[in-house]
């Protein structure tokens, strides 16, 4: 818990580095509270009006919470690639490849079949399956070095980005 907390207390921060254990388990604390807050929506009735529509989407208390920590999630990833010695841009180049393929494999389809007049006029549905097999493998593919890199351990000693965070938790080679 400790570390979510000092998560949000670098709110908006994106210089400096974050070590492996601050990053992570923001994480995980962040996944649990992202949980609470589905099942009070769930309790509470808080539903949008997609679900309403019969789509799935996060209630109220789910999008206040998810706008809430955005900004701190977006600066401690920064800071733990910082933290590997690489540029926050590279983080930014993962989240435009996301939605360039999110953008040209749905675009297509979508422009595909109102062109066709609905899916069920599709001469040819092994395009349609073969856009969407590409867009996991590539999602898929980009996740997983994502996480690579963000399980990496961090540059040891200081690098351009600042000091090292674990040296600072150590006192005679021993964390703290």
């Known amino acids: 818990m400790k570390w979510f907390i000092i998560v949000l207390k670098k709110y908006a921060v994106f210089t400096g580095r974050a070590r492996r254990k601050e990053f992570w388990m ?18 509470f009735g808080f539903m949008s009006l997609f679900e309403r529509a019969g789509l799935h989407s996060s209630g109220l208390i789910s999008s206040i919470y998810s706008l809430a920590v955005t900004i701190p999630a977006i600066a401690v990833t920064v800071r733990r690639f910082h933290d590997i010695g690489k540029s926050g ?3 930014f180049r993962f989240l435009i490849a996301f939605v360039v393929a999110f953008l ?6 979508a422009f595909k079949i109102v062109d066709i007049g609905g899916l069920e006029n ?14 996991f493998i590539f999602i898929v593919g980009i996740s997983i070095w994502l996480i690579v890199l963000l399980a990496k351990e961090g ?3 200081e ?6 965070p674990k040296a600072e938790d150590m006192i005679d080679g021993v964390e703290i």
């Not at 040819?124 to 969407?132: M, N, R, V, W, Y």
């Open 26 to 43: 923001f994480v995980l604390f962040n996944i649990i509270f992202s949980m609470i807050a589905s099942i009070l929506d769930s309790i």
């Open 89 to 91: 841009w590279v983080y």
């Open 104 to 109: 040209l494999v749905f675009g297509f389809l």
């Open 122 to 135: 599709m001469e040819k549905p092994g395009t349609f399956i073969l856009a969407i097999i590409s867009f």
């Open 155 to 157: 540059d040891r000693g």
């Open 159 to 164: 690098n351009k980005y600042g000091p090292d």
